[in-house]
């Protein structure tokens, strides 16, 4: 189950308008890199080390192809790509790449599989509330220490707080 955390948020462009609670993802800490593959590697016949190598090696690979300009797709997860932006010249001859390219990035797509299997069934569970930098582990702990009764909601939709 995905955690989910409400935040309350002013809209920039309507700052006398009250806030809306927005949902945002509540990310668990990862694995270790140990953790990860002996999980991933669990009832295999590939040894955690051998899975730990290979994806050392994946990540020495990516950035080796990207900076030679391909495009690098590992299947069952996805592609990696490079992208930026440029300022433009009227003339050709004033092109320079050192100065005019700007904010390199790596972009990173899904595969088909990988999306499906990860969207699939998702549900999400109560992460929390956070308002005025004070952090409530649930939407019930925030009512508590709110005074607020329960609302029409539950912890799928909880509604307005």
Do not use: C
Not at 31 to 59: C, Y
Not at 65 to 85: A, C, E, S
Not at 87 to 96: L, T
């Amino acid at each position: 189950m995905a955690k989910y955390k409400l935040i309350k948020k002013v809209n920039p462009q309507k700052r006398q308008e009250p806030g809306k609670w927005y949902a945002t993802p509540k990310s668990e800490t990862p694995l270790s890199g140990k953790a990860m593959t002996r999980a991933a590697t669990a009832n295999t016949t590939t040894a955690p080390i051998e899975m730990e190598a290979s994806l050392e090696l994946l990540a020495k690979f990516v950035p080796q192809q990207l900076q030679q300009g391909h495009t690098v797709k590992i299947p069952g997860l996805g592609t990696f790509r490079l992208t930026f932006k440029s300022d433009g010249v009227e003339n050709i001859d004033d092109f320079r790449a050192s100065s005019m390219i700007k904010n390199a990035r790596i972009v990173f797509t899904p595969a088909k599989e990988l999306r499906e299997s990860v969207l699939s069934g998702l549900t999400f569970e109560d992460g929390g509330v956070l308002e005025d930098d004070i952090s409530y582990a649930s939407i019930a702990d925030y009512r508590l220490a709110k005074g607020v009764p329960e609302g029409g909601g539950d912890s799928e939709s909880p509604g307005e707080i």
